[in-house]
């Protein structure tokens, strides 16, 4: 029973990192992300690893997500500001 | 069945490597970097799965139970914090890359002038 | 490189990675074997210093060495992140005039879950670095917590605030003084898991908070005039 579940999450992590790469939209994957985070966390949590999933929910979950989404932010504002970049260089 | 959950992180480590060639954003190709990392997490905590065993935390249980290898465990957990900053310096990178170029497109990135 | 033969190199490397990683993988011991060398030696060595929490006691006492190289890297990639990002602000306020902090439209059920959640979210990471060497938890999940528990009140839409209750320089100071302490602590008293809990949890923390400042900055700073 506990060797099917754990099967079970192990492809379902493999499928989510398989979703997470083919987003293409890094907005959509920020939160393809945050889900993929998630799975880890319930994977690390069956194979017995209470210590890494909860490091990994903090990780995985919130902060590389949220710093993705505040990166794609700051670099959308350069792209509109792209015409005038290349006047002045 | 006894060996398959170790291709797993395979699977995981080739698809963020695919990812990463065929990105046409710095972003994306940061984030796929970190889905490849993560297939260190899944292969440490496969090897060091026991069956029949807890985790290795003795406070509530008998110091003779079975427990999983606390060893690899205490590696991932670091290594899963430590990614993370090195994920928030690429993209303070990628920011930068933006800033100075005006655009994040690894095909456009021709030279390495400033 | 064109992008034909990209995805041919990509092919063959990944099909030779593949290959060998399975070979190597069919030669491992069998999953959920009880074939652990390096863990079972662990064991004795944490009941012996009576550290319950065996992964505690292996970061913090048995292998404090390595994570000494750890937290440098940390501290090294979260410096050289807000640096990065310091020149760009530099650069921005150089040749823009005035900037000002776009302003917040947030729901009153996310303003008031972000302000409810606060207290809860950093009792719990003070918990978890604090009796992370008796159950699961210590120094590096806790700091996390703690590092992205006072972003809930961007959550409740007060970015102003939260620039308030984060001063830049003061968690400056707390990663250095951290890190200065984890290596007195982690060279000449290795093995006090405790005070290296919550030495780790304080530069975690700041580590996180002072890089997600300088993303917050970059993100959130727009023109006044725009």
């Known amino acids: 029973m506990n060797e099917v579940l754990i099967v079970a999450v192990l492809l379902l992590t493999a499928f989510m990192a398989t979703a997470v790469v083919l987003t293409r939209d890094p907005a959509r994957q920020a939160i393809v992300l945050s889900g993929y985070g998630i799975v880890l966390t319930v994977l690390f949590v069956v194979l017995q690893a209470p210590d890494v999933a909860m490091s990994q929910t903090g990780v995985g979950t919130v902060v590389v997500p949220l710093i993705v989404m505040l990166a794609i932010h700051a670099i959308r504002r350069h792209h509109t500001r792209e015409p005038d970049e290349k006047d002045r260089s | ?114 | 490189m064109s992008r034909r033969l990209r995805l041919l190199v990509l092919g063959v490397g990944g099909a030779g990675l593949a290959v060998l990683f399975a070979l190597a993988a069919f030669r491992l011991p069998r999953f959920g074997g009880t074939f652990h060398p390096y863990g079972q030696r662990t064991l004795p060595n944490a009941l012996a210093r009576h550290t319950p929490n065996v992964i505690s006691s292996i970061n913090f006492d048995q292998r404090a060495l390595d994570t000494l190289g750890e937290e440098l890297i940390l501290m090294a990639s979260a410096l050289a992140a807000v640096l990065v990002l310091r020149t760009v602000r530099a650069e921005q306020e150089d040749s823009a005039g005035e900037h000002a902090y776009g302003p917040a439209q947030v729901f009153d059920a996310l303003r008031i879950t972000g302000y409810l959640l606060l207290p809860v979210t950093l009792m719990t990471g003070v918990y978890i670095v604090a009796h992370g060497y008796l159950s699961p938890g210590g120094g590096f999940q806790g700091g996390v917590v703690l590092g992205s528990a006072i972003h809930l009140v961007y959550l409740a839409g007060d970015y102003p605030a939260l620039a308030r209750i984060r001063p830049v320089p003061m968690f400056e100071a707390g990663e250095a003084l951290a890190a200065g302490a984890f290596v007195v602590l982690a060279l000449w008293f290795a093995g006090q898991v405790k005070a290296m809990n919550a030495v780790v949890g304080l530069e975690v923390g700041c580590a996180f908070v002072l890089a997600l400042a300088k993303f917050f900055e970059q993100a959130l700073l727009v023109r006044k005039d725009s």
């Not at chain 2, 690429?90 to 690894?106: E, S």
Request: proline share 6%; hydrophobic share 50%; glycine share 6%.
């Open chain 2, 1 to 114: 069945m006894t060996h398959l959950p170790y291709l797993i992180p395979g699977w995981i480590l080739l698809v963020g490597v695919y990812g990463i060639v065929t990105s046409r954003n710095l972003v994306h190709a940061v984030v796929c970097l970190s889905v490849a990392q993560s297939a260190t997490y899944v292969l440490l905590l496969t090897v060091g799965y026991q069956k029949k065993a807890t985790a290795p935390v003795f406070s509530d249980i008998k110091p003779t139970r079975n427990v999983v290898d606390p060893l690899v465990q205490a590696m991932t957990l670091t290594d899963i914090v430590v990614g993370a900053t090195v994920t928030a310096l690429l993209l303070a990178l990628t920011v930068q890359v933006a800033k100075r170029r005006g655009t994040v497109d690894p095909d456009q990135l021709r030279s390495l002038e400033p």
